[in-house]
T-cell receptor, first 114, second 113 residues
């Protein structure tokens, strides 16, 4: 069974640009969650999508958005990049059934904003 | 809202020594508890989880954690560590009715020969 695939693995962008990251979940999983990991703030929840609908949202500005497609693949977009957006972005996929199934994480996309 | 505190940011130990990584949490609702491990340049791997039942949970690679409701703790222990256990460890909680993980700041475990 293939794991969670995040693309690209590494990305360098310039301040003010926008970026789109992709997450392909494990086959059959309907929930995708996104997390941001930085040295200063640690691991923080961005949002969760389940069956193409945003089910939960963290405390991030509107520049951070996401979507999920009918095949459960998810993308997250960050517009007007700031230096502080440099981070490892992780996604996790799960069945979406809320019984403690936390899902499987991908290897992440490391975004560097210069 | 929930919060998680990992009491040690760095824990250096010698190979074959025992180790304990401490985790305390705060929540006004029932939660599930987790430990994750992260190796350099990789994502998070679930080490073990407490959902219900026995308060002592074990992983396949020798780690164990005990849920203590009165002390709101979920400390991770291993009786004898290996060099390969060197990694960052994260404690996390999730509301039993939710799907969002709240993480602690992480503990860097370094096993020295």
């Amino acid at each position: 069974k293939a794991g969670v695939t995040q693309t690209p693995r590494y990305l360098i962008k310039t301040r003010g640009q926008q970026v789109t990251l992709s997450c392909s979940p494990i086959s059959g999983h309907r929930s995708v969650s996104w997390y941001q990991q930085t040295p200063g703030q640690g691991l923080q929840f961005l949002f969760e999508y389940f069956s193409e609908t945003q089910r939960n949202k963290g405390n991030f500005p509107g520049r951070f958005s996401g979507r999920q497609f009918s095949n459960s693949r998810s993308e997250m977009n960050v517009s007007t990049l700031e230096l502080g957006d440099s981070a490892l972005y992780l996604c996790a996929s799960s069945s979406g059934i809320r019984t403690g199934g936390v899902g499987t994480f991908g290897s992440g996309t490391r975004l560097t904003v210069v | 809202a929930q919060s998680v505190t990992q009491l040690d940011s760095q824990v250096p130990v010698f190979e074959e020594a025992p180790v304990e990584l401490r985790c305390n949490y705060s929540s006004s609702v029932s939660v599930y508890l987790f430990w994750y491990v992260q190796y350099p340049n990789q994502g998070l791997q679930l080490l073990l989880k407490y959902l219900s039942g026995s308060t002592l949970v074990e992983s396949i690679n020798g780690f164990e954690a005990e849920f203590n409701k009165s002390q709101t703790s979920f400390h991770l222990r291993k009786p004898s560590v290996h060099i390969s256990d060197t990694a960052e460890y994260f404690c996390a909680v999730m509301e039993t009715s939710g799907s969002r993980l709240t993480f602690g700041e992480g503990t860097q475990l370094t096993v020295n020969p």
